[in-house]
């Protein structure tokens, strides 16, 4: 980056993943040979026995619940820091989310509250890897063979990220990914299953198998997001035009690039059809794919490198809390996530030094309206989502731009504490 102005994130997707997706959109060859390859190699990463490419994580999570059993009057365990989409599939299958608590730097499940939630028709625990930092999985894995409950890994934000030496995805039942564009590896858009079960994995395949490809129209226009993205992200075009009008769009009240990426938080009366019906892949995903995990330690290392970086530099602020991780996590950055009392103070006055933020998309679930039947007490989670914020942690930023963001930040969290 360059002239003191960093944006919130910038994609990992290259113009030359976009022309290899753009060949393959344009050709009438087979898609499965490709996807093959892909679900191959994704899986020998992971280190499981099965991986499945699947139209979206939250799909994926239906399936995978389905597949395990999952069904009327049961329960499933669910951190209560989590993206709403989790806990909307559950009630899908006539099973009830149970929330329970998180850490409050580490916003991942709380071991010992996933334990006392445990009931006679708890079936399932999610423990989600969030913003890239790995769950406290021996506890975890210790409790749901103690009591027979299947462990579904949420690896949506953290692929690639190890747990003492051992890739996430590969440390309880099943596990789902997500490849969105803003993710840490992407395939235009699209998700991914793993898991060691062959039954479970037979039977999503052949649910995957009923419907039909996903749209060339929806691929092409994500490539051409993602190149905007690209573009936009590069230090000078920032600058000069999209820095320019967060401030504004902010001034206004409103945040600009959160509306273009976010979406509309809904509870589904029934699993949309759009899920079925174009529930496999294409070529164009998986050629993407592949050239990404190429790609990927590198794009982690560099994630790392920044994020620990932050974590020293910032790590003594006052007003300030960093990240914590369990021990044996090995996090991958996916968000570098600060708290602060007056975390909208903070981010106006990172703004003002070139800093742009974002609250993320983040919901306290467990006292969401939208949950409101299934509404618990966890007091981590609610603090958590009223003060984090998360600071630019992403690839594309020089070792200058990490210690320009620190030394701002230290600035910010001065002034805001006046």
């Given at each position: ?5 960093i ?10 993943e976009?022309?290899l ?13 490709v996807?093959?390859k ?12 099965h ?21 009327p ?5 669910v ?23 998180v ?28 913003f ?24 949506a ?57 996903t ?27 999209v ?7 902010n001034?206004l ?6 509306e ?9 009366d ?6 079925t ?11 993407v794919?592949?050239?990404q ?6 794009l ?13 530099g ?11 991780y ?18 909208d ?9 070139g ?13 969401n309206?939208?949950f ?8 981590n ?7 984090l ?6 690839p ?23």
């Amino acid at each position: 980056m360059a002239f003191g102005k960093i944006p919130r994130f910038s994609p990992s997707f290259s113009p030359k993943e976009a022309l290899l997706s753009a060949r393959h959109l344009l050709r009438d060859g087979p898609d499965d040979e490709v996807i093959g390859k892909f679900e191959r190699e994704f899986k020998s990463y992971i280190g499981a026995r099965h991986a499945v490419m699947v139209p979206s994580a939250r799909y994926g999570l239906y399936l995978l619940l389905e597949a395990l059993g999952v069904g009327p009057g049961d329960e499933v365990i669910v951190p209560a820091l989590t993206y709403f989409a989790v806990p909307a599939m559950i009630p899908l299958l006539g099973a009830r989310p149970v929330f329970v608590d998180v850490g409050l730097t580490s916003h991942v499940l709380d071991p010992a509250a996933f334990e006392a939630a445990i009931k006679p028709r708890t079936k399932a625990v999610v423990p989600t890897h969030l913003f890239g930092t790995p769950c406290d999985m021996d506890p975890i894995r210790t409790i749901a063979n103690k009591h027979g409950v299947k462990v579904i890994e949420d690896c949506a934000q953290s692929t690639g990220a190890r747990y003492k030496q051992v890739r996430v995805g590969n440390l309880g039942d099943a596990a789902y990914y997500t490849f969105g564009l803003t993710k840490n590896m992407t395939t235009l858009s699209g998700a991914m299953i793993s898991t060691d079960d062959d039954g479970v994995a037979e039977r999503i395949r052949a649910t995957i198998r009923q419907g039909g490809r996903t749209p060339k129209g929806k691929l092409a226009k994500e490539a051409a997001t993602g190149l905007a993205m690209y573009a936009a992200t590069h230090p000078l075009l920032y600058w000069a035009t999209v820095h320019p009008a967060v401030v504004l769009g902010n001034k206004l009240g409103q945040d600009p690039i959160h509306e273009r990426f976010g979406e509309a938080e809904v509870r589904y009366d029934k699993l949309p059809g759009s899920y079925t019906a174009t529930s496999q892949a294409r070529a164009a995903q998986a050629a993407v794919g592949l050239h990404q995990l190429n790609r990927l330690e590198a794009l982690n290392g560099a994630r790392i490198r920044n994020g620990r970086k932050l974590d020293q530099g910032l790590a003594h602020v006052p007003g300030l809390a960093v990240p914590s991780y369990p021990e044996g996590a090995e996090p991958i950055y996916m968000s570098f996530v600060v708290h602060h009392e007056r975390r909208d103070e903070l981010a106006r006055a990172l703004r003002k030094r070139g800093v742009d933020t974002t609250v993320g998309y983040m919901s306290d679930c467990a006292s969401n309206p939208l949950f409101a039947e299934f509404a618990a007490t966890c007091p981590n989670a609610r603090r958590a989502f009223e003060t984090l914020l998360h600071l630019p942690v992403h690839p594309n930023l020089a070792e200058r731009d990490v210690t320009h963001m620190i030394e701002a930040t230290r600035q910010a969290c001065l002034e805001v504490g006046r």
